[in-house]
């Protein structure tokens, strides 16, 4: 158990709705970042936040978007969902601003039908 | 643009030994990681390397030569249960640091 919390587990949905992933850092951690892991590709980059503020941004698409809250939890929201989007998200955790190793959370796992 | 290239699929067999290769070109290099990943599950942290040599930790060793943008994974006394992906992954000072993975190595480890 890496200490970060990722909910849902699963994430059954349409084409056209929006969700939102919610993730939890291990106590202690400042950043977290994002990543997509769609079928038999690697881990893709999207957003890392650090204490409140965005610090790194990757190939995030527009429809998606996310944030840091003060007690550093973390969502990301995925709007007008597409058939493509269906993917593992995962979130991941880091006490320093990007250096050092990250620690991932268990993933959500989206399906866009 | 950055890029890493790691070998897509490996096999090797119980109690042997296996090295699985990375190469790497990218700009702002701040440091390499390996990651091990089971299939639907999360990625667990490794190795670390940031200067030049090997670094050992148990079971598992991990070499960086920078100038050569090259890096390996040792495994040593292979276990069925290190069946798994290995993700080699670079993380870049780009005025915020950003990590970018490889598309990760299959290994397959027989009896």
């Known amino acids: 158990d890496s200490g970060v919390t990722q909910t849902p587990k699963h994430l059954i949905t349409a084409t056209g709705q929006r969700v939102t992933l919610r993730c939890s850092p291990r106590s202690g951690d400042l950043s977290v970042y994002w990543y997509q892991q769609s079928l038999d590709q690697g881990l893709q980059f999207l957003i890392q936040y650090y204490n409140g503020e965005e610090r790194a941004k990757g190939n995030i698409l527009e429809r998606f978007s996310a944030q840091q809250f003060p007690d550093l939890h973390s969502e990301l929201n995925l709007s007008s969902l597409e058939l493509g989007d269906s993917a593992l998200y995962f979130c991941a955790s880091s006490v320093d601003r990007g250096r050092g190793e990250q620690y991932f959370g268990p993933g959500t796992r989206l399906t866009v039908t | 643009g950055q890029n890493i290239d790691q070998p897509t699929e490996m096999t090797a067999t119980e109690g042997a030994i296996v090295q699985i290769n990375c190469t790497y070109q990218?700009?702002?290099?701040?440091?390499l990681f390996w990651y091990q990943q089971h299939a639907g599950e999360a990625p667990t942290f490794l190795s670390y390397n940031v200067l030049d040599g090997l670094e050992e930790k148990g079971r598992f060793s991990s070499f960086l030569s920078r100038s050569k943008g090259y890096s390996y994974l040792l495994l040593k006394e292979l276990q069925m249960k290190d069946s798994a992906s290995y993700l080699c992954?670079?993380?870049?000072?780009?005025?915020?640091?950003?990590?970018?993975f490889g598309a990760g190595t299959r290994l397959f480890v027989k009896a």
């Open positions: 992954a670079v993380t870049l000072n780009t005025g915020g640091f950003k990590t970018i």
């Open positions: 990218t700009s702002g290099f701040n440091g």
